[in-house]
Structures are given as C-alpha cells and as structure tokens.
Nanobody, 126 residues
Framework: QVQLVESGGGLVQAGGSLRLSCAAS????????MGWFRQAPGKEREFVAG????????YYADSVKGRFTISRDNAKNTVYLQMNSLKAEDTAVYYC???????????????????WGQGTQVTVSS
C-alpha cells in the first residue's frame, strides 16, 4: 500500500505561483511514475502532469504546458508541482497519484493510477 499526502495549496492571485508537494509513504519502492490531476467544480477530474520514476520523462496537459513543472525527489519520496502564471481556470482540487505497477512512459488516464492523495485546494482569484 502506498499513501500519498498533498500540501501546498491555497489562495493566490492570478499571475502568481504556488508549489504543491506530494509525500509518499508505505511501499515507496513500488512507486514508479507519478502524476498530478485536478478537478474543478462541476467538471471531471483531468490529468495535469506526470513524470517517470527517474524524472527524465515528463508530460503535461496542453492547458498547463509552459507554466507548470513537475519534479520529484526520490530520496524524499516526494513529487512537486511548481505552478507559475496561474489563471482563474486553474482553480481546482489537485490530487497526486501513483500507478500500482511499472508503466511505459507517463500514464495520463485515471484508470492507470491506483493510489490517490486526499487532494489540496488551489484557488486563483482574478
């Protein structure tokens, strides 16, 4: 079992920045790729960014490309999401997730991820 805990959310003005963290515990040696998803009110949860275990490969949703950066520190069992140039439409609950097994590349679908954090709220005021 893998437990994931997000932190770093909050209220920020449009154009501002936030850095989210996701700390993993439990069977961390079974963590391979990791991803960030988000869910805005009234909308389905969507993929935001993901990274392979080594961090050498990353993938982003078009809506955040060039503004968000995902990174990880395997020694700390933590993955980060640096969010710059935030927009009102980035307002959502952000979740980190980990697949249950090794995957080729970075999975982008919810079904590919087995472990989820509780989420952290990000609110961007315009």
């Amino acid at each position: 079992q893998v437990q994931l805990v997000e932190s770093g959310g909050g209220l920020v003005q449009a154009g501002g920045s936030l850095r989210l963290s996701c700390a993993a515990s439990g069977r961390t040696n079974s963590i391979y790729a990791m991803g960030w998803f988000r869910q805005a009110p009234g909308k389905e949860r969507e993929f935001v960014a993901g990274t392979t275990r080594s961090g050498s490969t990353t993938y982003y949703a078009d809506s955040v490309k060039g503004r968000f950066t995902i990174s990880r520190d395997n020694a700390k069992n933590t993955v980060y999401l640096q969010m710059n140039s935030l927009k009102a439409e980035d307002t959502a609950v952000y979740y980190c997730a980990a697949p249950s097994s090794w995957t080729i590349g970075v999975p982008t679908t919810e079904q590919s991820y087995a472990s989820w954090g509780q989420g952290t709220q990000v609110t961007v005021s315009s």
